[in-house]
């Protein structure tokens, strides 16, 4: 396994950094880290209230699933999310 430096990690900040901010047409003042995992790194977000208490803070799958999760809402009603 490589050991990089210091100098090294910069180098490829920079050039994550670099790229990431040509995608964009306009001026960024900051960096949104869903949206620089999306556009840099190919990755997807769905984001969802799956829990009226807070219990289910959430939901991580590195690969396609087809999981259905169902959610008591306080009125007696069910909500499903399908994933």
């Not at 047409?25 to 949104?32: A, E, P, S, T």
């Not at 790194?41 to 087809?66: E, K, N, Q």
């Amino acid at each position: 396994m490589p050991i990089l430096s210091r100098k090294d990690l910069e180098r490829i900040s920079r050039r994550v950094l670099f790229r990431y901010l040509t995608l964009s047409d306009r001026k960024m003042d900051r960096i949104d880290p869903v949206d620089f995992a999306e556009k840099i790194c190919g990755l997807h977000f769905a984001f969802a209230d799956m829990s009226v208490t807070g219990s289910i803070l959430g939901l991580t799958s590195y690969s396609d699933v087809d999981l259905t999760i169902s959610v008591p809402r306080g009125n007696g009603s069910v909500q499903e999310f399908h994933l």
